[in-house]
C-alpha cells in the first residue's frame, strides 16, 4: 500500500505561480512512477506531468514550458511547480502512483491517488 497526501492548493491570480506537493508513504514508494492529473468540473480528469523512479520526466502539451515537476526519493515527495498560471489550469490536482519504469499518461494505469488539491486562477 502507497498512500499519497497533498498540499499546496489554492487561489491565484492568472500569471501567478503555485507549488503542489505530494508526500508519499509506504512500502517501496520510491520505485513508483508517480503522476500529476487534474479534473476540472465537468470534464474527465487529465494527465499533467509525470516522473518515473528514475527521474525521467513527461508533461501535457498544456504544462510545456510552465509546469516543472521534481521528486525527492530520500523524502519520499514529488512537487509540482506551476507557473504562468491561466484560468484554464483550474482544477483539482491529484498525485498518483504507478507500479511503472515509466510514466504513463492514463489514469486507470494508476494503481494509487491522493485525495486532490483544489487550484482556482482567476482572470
Known amino acids: 500500500q502507497v498512500q499519497l497526501v497533498e498540499s499546496g492548493g489554492g487561489s491565484v491570480q492568472a500569471g501567478g505561480s503555485l507549488r503542489l506537493s505530494c508526500a508519499a508513504s509506504?512500502?517501496?514508494?520510491?520505485?513508483?512512477?508517480m503522476g500529476w492529473f487534474r479534473q476540472a468540473p465537468g470534464k474527465d480528469r487529465e494527465f499533467v506531468a509525470g516522473?518515473?523512479?528514475?527521474?525521467?520526466?513527461t508533461y501535457a502539451d498544456s504544462a510545456k514550458g510552465r509546469f516543472t515537476i521534481s521528486r525527492d526519493n530520500f523524502k519520499n515527495t514529488v512537487a509540482l511547480q506551476m507557473n504562468s498560471l491561466k484560468p484554464e489550469d483550474t482544477a483539482v490536482y491529484y498525485c498518483?502512483?504507478?507500479?511503472?519504469?515509466?510514466?504513463?499518461?492514463?489514469?486507470?494505469?494508476?494503481?494509487?491517488w491522493g485525495q486532490g488539491t483544489q487550484v482556482t486562477v482567476s482572470s
Open positions: 498518483a502512483a504507478d507500479f511503472s519504469r515509466v510514466v504513463r499518461v492514463v489514469p486507470i494505469d494508476y494503481d494509487y
Open positions: 516522473i518515473s523512479w528514475s527521474g525521467g520526466t
Open positions: 509506504g512500502r517501496t514508494a520510491s520505485s513508483y512512477a
